[in-house]
């Protein structure tokens, strides 16, 4: 198990400042040997991100197609056949080091659900997690990728997959490269991004048991729609498009949208306060060029898009704070701060503060590592 750490909090924010003339320029993903969504942080170094929540139980790759549930006939219980008794709630769930583990918010109880890696030539990447509103599953992306002769070529085993909280009983839901997945409220639907022709993305709803056809809900010739985020009420979807964050009715196919955030720099990795009212975001400043990312830091914006306000203030595009999740009470953040060194290997902190960004506390430290880490909490 790697070895988390802990240091010293860093320094108490300045007071919130709202930036006025924000443009979201969409934190562009790619995978490295696996798609993982990357957030570019400047002079060609790339942080890759992911997602939070697990416990420790490993699981040879032999277990990570297990058939399909003989019965998924109950849509709000949709894996009842499956589902183990967690017990007590670990709140965190991450993916690290191309791996999905579960934490408690205190640092403590690591434990690992997934065991990749190489395996005769190939890569399996597993990230993106994403709690079921009950906690008992798991929503994650898969990417498999056999690598020949310095190429690599996507295996049919990559797309989005659900398991059991313990990592057990993983399904795949649906391939073509899907990811960045997401759960309605109600715990019956799955948002997703998917790939189009052009280098082109659009985000599809589909039924939480995998049944009938994906419906896609946003549409734009040359658009690159990724990273849902469903609203608390299960009437709206936020996503990030090139360079903005939008949001979308989650009901109906193709429907209209509406552009929150705007100006000159690049916002990314929405996430919904319980209550619906405001939207946390990551946003990273550019140069006069847009070319050369100065500093990234956590913002949020109320979700009629006014009231934009800064709450970190790293000054340093070595280290990057990103990708916020809110607490189920909506009272405190988590977020990840990251040390890029000059080797392009990233080491991260996970942080807790405030909702208005003050008190930034340590929750653990993890060594430089190949990808860096990002949330998600129950």
């Excluded at 040997?33 to 939070?52: C, M, P, Y």
């Excluded at 319980?274 to 939207?279: I, K, N, R, S």
């Excluded at 506390?361 to 909490?377: F, N, Q, S």
């Amino acid at each position: 198990m790697p070895d988390f750490d802990t240091r010293k909090p860093q320094e108490q924010n300045a007071p919130n400042e709202p930036r006025t003339g924000l443009v979201v320029n969409k934190l562009r993903t790619t995978l490295l040997a696996s798609r993982l969504r990357t957030l570019l942080i400047g002079g060609g170094i790339r942080l890759f991100v992911v997602a939070v929540p697990v416990g420790l139980l490993i699981y040879s790759l032999s277990n990570h197609t297990d058939p399909r549930f003989d019965s998924l006939s109950n849509h709000a219980d949709p894996w009842s056949a499956c589902a183990a008794d967690r017990g007590s709630q670990q709140p965190f769930v991450l993916s690290y080091a191309a791996d999905i583990w579960t934490m408690d918010i205190d640092g403590s109880n690591r434990q690992q659900l997934t065991a990749t890696g190489e395996v005769e030539g190939s890569t399996v990447v597993e990230a993106q997690p994403a709690w079921s509103p009950n906690h008992k599953w798991i929503a994650f992306y898969r990417s498999h990728y056999v690598t020949t002769s310095g190429s690599a070529e996507p295996e049919g085993q990559s797309g989005i997959y659900v398991m059991n909280a313990d990592g057990s009983c993983q399904t795949k839901l649906v391939g073509g490269d899907a990811s960045d997945p997401t759960w309605s409220p109600d715990g019956t639907k799955i948002a997703f991004s998917k790939p189009r022709p052009g280098y082109l993305s659009s985000i599809y709803v589909m039924n939480a048991d995998g049944s009938g056809d994906p419906k896609r809900v946003t549409t734009k010739y040359l658009a690159r729609d990724a990273n849902p985020a469903w609203s608390p009420d299960g009437k709206k979807i936020a996503f990030e498009r090139t360079n903005h964050i939008y949001v979308t009715r989650a009901c109906c196919e193709l429907g209209p949208t509406q552009q929150l955030t705007s100006g000159h720099g690049k916002d990314s990795y929405p996430s919904w306060s319980p209550d619906g009212t405001e939207l946390a975001f990551t946003h990273s400043d550019l140069d006069v060029d847009g070319l050369t990312v100065l500093n990234t830091d956590i913002y949020k914006i109320d979700a009629d898009g006014s009231g934009e306000t800064r709450l970190t203030h790293t000054n340093s595009s070595k280290h990057p704070e990103y990708a916020p999740v809110w607490s189920p009470s909506g009272d405190r953040l988590a977020f990840i701060e990251g040390d890029v060194s000059g080797r392009g290997s990233v080491s991260s902190t996970i942080y807790l503060m405030e909702f208005d960004g003050s008190q930034p506390t340590v929750v653990a430290r993890a060594p430089e590592i190949p990808y860096g880490i990002v949330l998600d909490w129950g």
